[in-house]
């Protein structure tokens, strides 16, 4: 699942990682609130099939109507809280990937340069990913999986996302193939 303000490259790794033939998964649907995002762009370059579910009355049940056939949910981008009704469908197999090393920096409104403006003010000297369960607050699911860069000097949050942004798309087909691979429940 997309968010409007992503650039889908997430979801392009993880897509990237399914054409692969070992790979555990391949991808159902990619769920964006409206057609005209890039990461739609990035989905349709895959030849994915997208559905649209915009927020608004009956939110919940057209997204797990949208959601119906799938295992997993990995989030990309996606930036809203999801309707109980979507956490009860999938327990412990909605994904998310951000981007720090929970549990610092997360929560309402860490998302962005928010995120790695907030990693530089505190001087860490490292940052990172990190991919974890959703359940019905921000980023404090489980953490599956974290990969770490340095902070360097010099860094603004633009050098910084582009670093802590590659890590990520390592990251995320790894965990997830990883969370299939263990049987989660
Ligand atoms: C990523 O930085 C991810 O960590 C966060 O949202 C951003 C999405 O980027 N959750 P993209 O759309 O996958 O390029």
Not at 129 to 141: A, F, M, P, Q
Request: hydrophobic share 45%; charged share 20%.
């Amino acid at each position: 699942m997309v968010g409007a303000k992503g650039r889908g490259s997430n979801m392009a790794a993880l897509a990237a990682a399914c054409a692969a033939p070992e790979y555990p998964a391949f991808i159902k649907i990619v769920v964006a609130p409206k057609a005209d995002v890039p990461a739609v762009d990035a989905a349709d370059a895959f030849g994915l099939p997208v559905a649209t579910v915009s927020p608004g009355d009956g939110f919940a049940t057209r997204l797990v109507d949208a959601l119906s056939g799938c295992t997993w949910i990995c989030l990309a981008g996606f930036t809203r809280l999801l309707p109980e009704e979507v956490l009860e469908k999938f327990p412990s197999r909605i994904l998310n990937i951000h981007p720090a090393l929970l549990p610092k920096f997360g929560g309402k409104g860490m998302y962005g340069h928010h995120v790695h403006d907030a990693v530089i003010a505190a001087g860490e000297p490292e940052s990172g990913c990190s991919v974890h369960l959703v359940n019905e607050r921000y980023d404090e699911g489980t953490v599956l999986l974290q990969l770490k860069c340095s902070v360097l000097p010099d860094d603004d949050s633009d050098t910084l996302a582009a670093r802590v942004l590659k890590l990520e798309h390592v990251a995320y087909p790894r965990a997830l193939a990883e969370a299939i691979l263990a049987g989660r429940t």
